[in-house]
């Protein structure tokens, strides 16, 4: 299990990746709305806040988005009629994405799977106040 | 298992692969990836067609065609015996319904000397009570089993006479061809029992008139007692004995107060059919199917192409639908491995009979092969009752 000191770590810098880098992630909302126009190799989630992400199929395989998975079918059931929806906002989602991206070491995964953990409590919680991303990822640390 | 587990892995991502293909022949059914099926094979009243494809950790969904006596022994009366068994959290009473139902069907049809609803009726009840005892066995070594439970479809038909029984939401479909225009059009011949039909809402409501909550809407979708969208079923002993609705069975499936009549029933919903010379075959698949192909979609398919081949052309268009839905390509999804696929689809389990009408007046007592035909997936050992999928699993790749 990861240190309590290692995780406020990362926690401020999610925070600040959150805060800053919001414009910059290259796996960034997309808006395509046709399924011939996903890229070959790829699926479509929505975060909560209805952003589209288009994701590497290869994601499917880390540790984190079949958590994320887990958890929407926890909290939504299973889609029958339309896209996956995952259970957080699209700054925490473009946030996961990043770090997968990178190849992160298994304890960071392992760290931000805890810290996900609390955002979907919070998520499950609380969630419809949707102008409170920040408050919402920074209350369990 | 690391070595099995990279197999799997080099099946998915190799659909062409023929790898887990079975046998040389297509006797038994041919594996590919995911999907199994046997394009065509002949029953007593003519041919079928019949494909899986496997979207949980383990296949849940259940099939078979048993052709030939129906009885115990070989002076019959002789027929075709059709069953689709859709399980859910964990494939142990479909598999159960696959191994125990028809032998019932036979053991009741001796007796009985003739095919009967009572007979279609009894077998359910025998299965019923069995997979009751064994739940009653094994809970104390694995309680999570009384939260198994499974749909169960089947179809008969012996003398010319087809009956359908269903617990649960497979469904049945007949295609008919209107003389005057050519038309095939889609007849549903099951009764199903999914909580989002009203008619099963009010029946539920009325043997449970005490209880306000005994179904619940939740993310859009009715479920009875908030936790299952089925109102018949064999297995789900949880929801049909109190005793085993307690300890050490995982707190989601515990209801708070302990309730003192049976929430679910596993008495099927028959209905008996004369066939016509214009009943030309019946699609029978579970839910999976269904939830992306309307009746008159499914029967147009199956009527506009060979037979060869015509289940496994259900299940791609299917799929080619969960695709669009998701909005991936169908070329992507197929890559996806079993356990989160189902977050793409369901198991889909397909059977289409057609009817020969040459062989429709064949008297049941000419004898025939015993043909024996059972849905397939890439088989584990049954030594887990984890209806999920095992993250770590894929953690080596």
């Known amino acids: ?141 | 298992m690391l070595s099995e587990l990279m197999k799997f892995l080099r099946a998915c991502f190799r659909p062409s692969s023929d790898r887990y293909t079975r046998t040389g022949s297509d006797a038994g059914g041919r594996q590919d990836g995911l999907l199994w099926y046997k394009d065509l094979g002949q029953h007593f009243h003519g041919e079928f067609s019949m494909a899986v494809i496997q979207a949980n950790n383990l296949l849940e969904d259940q099939s078979q065609v048993e052709s030939g006596t129906l009885s115990t022994n070989e002076f019959g009366p002789y027929g075709t015996f059709v069953g689709v068994y859709d399980g859910h959290g964990g494939p142990e009473t479909s598999r159960f319904i696959n191994d125990h139902l028809f032998h019932h069907i036979q053991r009741f049809t001796s007796e009985q000397q003739s095919m009967s609803v009572d007979v279609i009726r009894k077998a359910f009840q025998a299965t019923e009570d069995a997979f009751m005892s064994l739940v009653a066995r094994q809970w104390s070594m694995k309680p999570q089993i009384a939260a198994v439970g499974s749909c169960c479809l089947v179809a008969v038909i012996c003398n010319g006479t087809l009956y359908i029984a269903n617990a649960g939401d497979s469904r049945a479909v007949m295609g008919r061809v209107v003389k005057a225009t050519g038309e095939v059009l889609a007849t549903q011949l099951s009764t199903e029992h999914n909580a989002s039909i009203e008619s099963v809402r009010q029946e539920l409501h009325s043997l449970h008139p005490d209880d306000p909550n005994i179904v619940v809407l939740k993310h859009n979708v009715w479920r009875v007692k908030g936790i299952i969208q089925v109102s018949r079923s064999i297995g789900d002993v949880y929801l049909k004995k109190a005793e085993f609705n307690r300890e050490p069975l995982y707190v989601k499936f515990r209801l708070r107060e302990p309730f003192k009549r049976p929430i679910l029933s596993s008495e099927p919903s028959i209905t008996v059919h004369q066939l016509q010379p214009h009943d030309q075959f019946v699609i029978l698949a579970s839910d999976g199917l269904w939830e992306h192909l309307s009746n008159q979609e499914a029967v147009d398919i199956v009527a506009n192409n060979p037979h060869s081949g015509s289940a496994r052309r259900l299940v791609k268009v299917a799929l080619q639908q969960a695709a669009k839905k998701r909005e991936m390509r169908y070329s992507d999804l197929k890559k996806i491995d079993r356990g989160v696929r189902r977050h793409f689809h369901d198991d889909i389990t397909v059977i289409v009979l057609y009817f020969d009408s040459n062989l429709m007046s064949r008297a049941s007592t000419v004898k025939f092969p015993r043909v024996s035909v059972r849905g397939g997936g890439i088989h584990l050992p049954p030594n887990t009752l984890a209806p999920c999928t095992t993250p770590t699993e894929i953690g080596g790749t």
């Not at chain 1, 996900?116 to 609380?126: G, L, Q, R």
């Open chain 1, 1 to 141: 299990m990861i240190s309590a000191k290692r995780l406020i770590a990362m926690a401020r810098k999610w925070q600040k990746m959150a805060a800053g880098k919001r414009k910059t992630i290259s796996y960034k909302v997309d808006h395509l709305m046709h399924s011939s126009e996903v890229n070959k190799g790829h699926f479509v989630v929505y975060s909560m806040d209805h952003k589209r992400f288009v994701v590497p199929l290869k994601f499917l395989s880390t540790i984190v988005f079949r958590e994320l998975l887990k958890w929407s079918e926890e909290e939504f059931g299973l889609p029958s009629n339309g896209p996956i929806m995952l259970p957080c906002d699209s700054v925490f989602l473009e946030y996961v994405i990043s770090l997968v991206q990178e190849n992160i070491p298994i304890d960071v995964e392992k760290a931000l799977i805890t810290s996900m953990f609390v955002c979907h409590n919070e998520a499950s919680s609380s969630y419809g106040l949707s102008q409170s991303h920040e408050q919402t990822i920074i209350y369990g640390f």
